[in-house]
Nanobody, 117 residues
C-alpha cells in the first residue's frame, strides 16, 4: 500500500519559515520524482518544486530563492524548506511521487500552510 504522509504545516507570520516533510512508503523511492504542489482556495493546483532521484531540482518562479526541496533516500522522505513566507504562499501543500518508468503517480493527503499576521 502506497502512502505519502505529510507533516509540518501550520500558521506562520509573514517572513517566517516552515519545513514540510513527506514520508513515503510502499514505493521504490529512488524510482520516483518527488514533488510538492499547492492549491489555494479558488485556484488550480500548481507545482511548487520537484526533485529527481539524482538531486536535480525545479522550482516555480514565485518561490525561487525562498524555498528549498531536498530528499533523504535512507529515510524515504522529501522535504520542503520554506523561508521568507508570504501571505500568497497560503495553500494546502501536497506531496507527489511520480514513477519515472511507469508515470504512475501518487498523492499525499495535504497539509495546510497559512501565512498571516
Amino acid at each position: 500500500q502506497v502512502q505519502l504522509v505529510e507533516s509540518g504545516g501550520g500558521l506562520v507570520q509573514p517572513g517566517g519559515s516552515l519545513r514540510l516533510s513527506c514520508a513515503a512508503s510502499g514505493i521504490s523511492f529512488s524510482a520516483n520524482v518527488m514533488g510538492w504542489y499547492r492549491q489555494a482556495p479558488g485556484k488550480q493546483r500548481e507545482l511548487v518544486a520537484k526533485i529527481t532521484s539524482g538531486g536535480t531540482t525545479t522550482y516555480t518562479d514565485s518561490v525561487k530563492g525562498r524555498f528549498t526541496i531536498s530528499r533523504d533516500h535512507l529515510k524515504k522522505t522529501v522535504y520542503l524548506q520554506m523561508n521568507s513566507l508570504k501571505p500568497e504562499d497560503t495553500a494546502v501543500y501536497y506531496c507527489n511521487a511520480q514513477n519515472v518508468y511507469s508515470s504512475r503517480e501518487y498523492w499525499g493527503q495535504g497539509t495546510q500552510v497559512t501565512v498571516s499576521s
